[in-house]
């Protein structure tokens, strides 16, 4: 199983940046995917999570994200997307997709004037 | 969700006993996972469902459940065990971590 994140980078505050996480080997279509945030040195923090397709498809946010943040996923083509809108300072982490039991190596994102 | 509460830090001598406790009243109806993770890589899952243990994860790792308090334990502690550790639950209205522990093998 492979879960590759993309689409980290540095962004002004108040920017918008699209995390994609793309998966093989793996039956993406059936998972419940999450992505989880860590900031250097600190602990993991869950942002968001999305269903299957068969469970509803639907998303539940962490308090921090929510309204400025968006799951998606393309089963098709086995990506996870995270939209992220109105970027904060304290969103600046590295962030990983995860179905709980494989998980990416990570995509930073840094939030910086 | 709740939130979960960790020890930050366990230290024990290689050979003996880890023990890392989860606390939370989530855990009381809901499964609870542990990851292990050392400086600069990704998480591991080394117990799901408050007692299994992943294909390749070492019988020295262990996980039980008691009410709202879980736990997990590393027997016979190498080296290579010195890592931060984390439990995590969820339920209907999200996921939730506890802050991590630290564990240092002396």
């Known amino acids: 199983v492979q879960l590759v994140e993309s689409g980290g980078g540095l962004v002004k505050p108040g920017g918008s940046l699209r995390l994609s996480c793309a998966a093989s080997?793996?039956?993406?279509?059936?998972?419940?995917m999450s992505w989880v945030r860590q900031t250097p040195g600190k602990g993991l923090a869950w942002v968001a999570r999305?269903?299957?397709?068969?469970?509803?498809?639907?998303?539940d946010y962490a308090a921090p994200v929510q309204g400025r943040f968006i799951i998606s996923r393309d089963d098709s083509k086995k990506i996870l997307y995270l939209h992220m809108e109105s970027l904060r300072v304290d969103d600046s982490a590295m962030y990983f997709c995860?179905?709980?039991?494989?998980w990416g190596q990570g995509t930073l994102v840094t939030v910086s004037t | 969700s709740s939130e979960l509460t960790q020890p930050p830090s366990v230290s024990v001598s290689p050979g003996q006993t880890a023990r890392i406790t989860c606390s939370g009243d989530?855990?009381?109806?809901?499964?609870t996972y542990w990851y292990q993770q050392k400086t600069g890589q990704a998480p591991i899952l080394v117990i799901y469902?408050?007692?299994e243990r992943p294909s390749g994860i070492p019988e020295r790792f262990s996980g039980s459940s008691s009410g709202a308090t879980v736990t997990l334990t590393i027997s016979e502690v190498q080296a290579e065990d010195e890592a931060d550790y984390y439990c995590?639950?969820?339920?209907?209205?999200?996921?939730?971590f506890g802050g991590g522990t630290k564990l240092t093998v002396l």
């Open positions: 989530m855990l009381a109806k809901q499964y």
């Open positions: 080997r793996f039956t993406f279509s059936d998972a419940w």
């Open positions: 995860t179905d709980f039991a494989f």
């Open positions: 469902r408050d007692t």
């Open positions: 999305i269903k299957s397709k068969v469970d509803g498809e639907t998303t």
């Open positions: 995590q639950s969820a339920d209907s209205s999200g996921v939730e």
